[in-house]
């Protein structure tokens, strides 16, 4: 078992930046790839980033250039810097971990989640 524990969420005005964090904890040798997913309401949820165990990193086209996803593998957390914020960020982020060896793109093959973090862009 994963438990998974997300912080950072909160109200930021357009252009404003924010950094989610997910701490991990529990069989954390199993974990292959996390990732960070939204939903806005009315809509399905979505794959903002994900990054594999080595490194590998992948994004969504709406996020480039602008979400960095990272690891501390020494605190077991893992994080997205959010910077340029657009009032179309607004969802709840949910943290994702998967244990399959490979750079993980729908939600069902992760295999944990955490509660979600509100984020409000206003315009």
């Known amino acids: 078992q994963v438990q998974l524990v997300e912080s950072g969420g909160g109200l930021v005005q357009a252009g404003g930046s924010l950094r989610l964090s997910c701490a991990a904890s529990?069989?954390?040798?199993?974990?292959?790839?996390m990732g960070w997913y939204r939903q806005a309401p009315g809509k399905q949820r979505e794959l903002v980033a994900a990054i594999t165990r080595g490194r590998s990193t992948n994004y969504a086209d709406s996020v480039k250039g602008r979400f960095i996803i990272s690891t501390d593998n020494a605190k077991n957390t893992v994080y997205l810097q959010m910077n340029s914020l657009k009032p179309e960020d607004t969802a709840v982020y949910y943290c994702?971990?998967?244990?399959?060896?490979?750079?993980?793109?729908?939600?069902?093959?992760?295999?944990?989640w955490g509660q979600g973090t509100q984020v409000t862009v206003s315009s």
């Open positions: 529990g069989t954390i040798f199993s974990i292959n790839v």
């Open positions: 994702a971990v998967g244990q399959l060896p490979a750079m993980l793109v729908c939600p069902y093959e992760y295999n944990y």
